[in-house]
């Protein structure tokens, strides 16, 4: 007869019983390098874009000229390509912050690329079509970007990318 916690055979087994624990072996650390080395090369994407505008700049015209949207845009895309650059940077050294910062850069360089076509006048529809038309090297960029940012979402927020950053090998006598 079996009781509400199972047959009597099912309580007996397990460690407390003298079976050993279930060994796991060492995660895959595929998807957090892969994830790193993605977001490294998006940092770049993403840095890319302001730091091409403040270099060409003209005499006599500042940041303060340009509209209130359009720098919160290029907040963004900094912002994505330092979280991107550090969050990459982290996750090679197995640190679990560093797969947080992927995260967190990946969504605000999206964001940043939902935004840009909104403050011109063609829409989203005319500013893929001209990114993915791949004419120049800006449009290569935001089209690396706009490929690059949601697998680096992807990858950093999938539970291997957590369970490798997060293993520590456990080694008798050692502190």
Same mark, same amino acid.
């Given at each position: ?32 390098? =892969? ?5 490294? =090369? ?11 505008? *403040? ?12 509209? $209130?949207?359009?720098? $919160? ?6 912002? +994505? ?17 560093? +797969? ?25 529809? @005319?500013?893929?079509?001209? =990114? ?5 090297? @800006? +449009? ?6 706009? $490929?690059? +940012? ?11 990318? *957590? ?13």
């Amino acid at each position: 007869m079996s009781g509400p916690y199972g047959s009597p055979a099912q309580q007996r087994s397990g460690p407390a019983h003298g079976e050993p624990p279930a060994r796991r072996g060492r995660p895959s650390g595929a998807t957090a390098l =892969v994830a790193a080395l993605l977001g490294l =090369v998006a940092a770049g994407a993403a840095g890319y874009l302001p730091a091409t505008l *403040f270099i060409d700049i003209p005499s006599g015209f500042s940041l303060g000229d340009l509209p $209130v949207w359009t720098l $919160v845009d290029l907040g963004g895309y900094l912002g +994505a390509g330092l979280f991107l650059l550090v969050g990459g940077l982290a996750t090679i050294f197995r640190a679990t912050a560093g +797969a947080v910062l992927l995260i967190l850069g990946a969504v605000i360089a999206i964001g940043a690329i939902l935004l840009e076509p909104t403050l011109g006048n063609g829409g989203y529809a @005319a500013y893929f079509e001209v =990114v993915f038309a791949l004419n120049g090297f @800006a +449009a290569v960029d935001r089209a690396v970007l706009v $490929v690059l +940012a949601p697998l680096v979402l992807v990858l950093a927020a999938l539970r291997p990318t *957590f369970s490798y950053l997060r293993y520590r090998a456990y080694v008798p006598g050692q502190w």
